[in-house]
Structures are given as structure tokens and as C-alpha cells.
């Protein structure tokens, strides 16, 4: 079993900045990659970012230049720092690991961007 503990969401004005974690934990024996997706109101949910085990990253060409996702892989923790967010950001993000146990997601996390 894996559980996925997510913390960093919040309300900004457009053009702040917030920074998300998520910690994974469990007798996990590999995590084959990390990531984030976002769902807002009447959307589907939709990737955001993710990074593998072997550091590559990917990113939502609506996000690339602004986001940035990292990982302590010691930790089994993944962050995504966001900077000038958009009220377009808005959504519920979530947590999401693949690991030997299959996928988990995490509980999500509110992020609102308004002014």
C-alpha cells in the first residue's frame, strides 16, 4: 500500500507564487515516476507535470516556463514550485506515483489564483 500526503496548496493573486509537496510513504520497494495533475470546475482532470525516476521531466505546455517539479528521491518526495500563476491555474491539484505497487493518488489540494 501507498499513501500519498500532499501540502502546499492556497489562494494567490495572479502573478504569485506557491510551492506544493508531496510525500510518499509505505514499503515501497521503486517509485517509477512522480507527478501532478490538475482538475478545475466542469475540466477533466489533466496532467500538469511529472518526473521519473531517472530525473527526466515533462511538463503541460501550458505550464513549461513558469513551473518547475523536483524530487528528493531519499524522501520520496516530489515538489512543484509554481511562479506566475494565472487565474487559469485554479484547479484541485493532485499527487500521483506510480510505483511497484501500481498508481496512487493523493487526496489533492486547492490552489486559487484570484485578485
Known amino acids: 500500500q501507498v499513501q500519498l500526503v500532499e501540502s502546499g496548496g492556497g489562494s494567490v493573486q495572479p502573478g504569485g507564487s506557491l510551492r506544493l509537496s508531496c510525500a510518499a510513504s509505505?514499503?515501497?520497494?521503486?517509485?517509477?515516476?512522480m507527478g501532478w495533475y490538475r482538475q478545475a470546475p466542469g475540466k477533466q482532470r489533466e496532467l500538469v507535470a511529472f518526473v521519473t525516476s531517472a530525473g527526466t521531466t515533462n511538463y503541460a505546455d501550458s505550464v513549461k516556463g513558469r513551473f518547475t517539479i523536483s524530487r528528493d528521491p531519499g524522501k520520496k518526495t516530489v515538489f512543484l514550485q509554481m511562479n506566475s500563476l494565472k487565474p487559469e491555474d485554479t484547479a484541485v491539484y493532485y499527487c500521483?506515483?506510480?510505483?511497484?505497487?501500481?498508481?496512487?493518488w493523493g487526496q489533492g489540494t486547492q490552489v486559487t489564483v484570484s485578485s
Open positions: 500521483n506515483t506510480n510505483t511497484n505497487f501500481g498508481t496512487t
Open positions: 509505505g514499503r515501497i520497494l521503486s517509485i517509477y515516476n
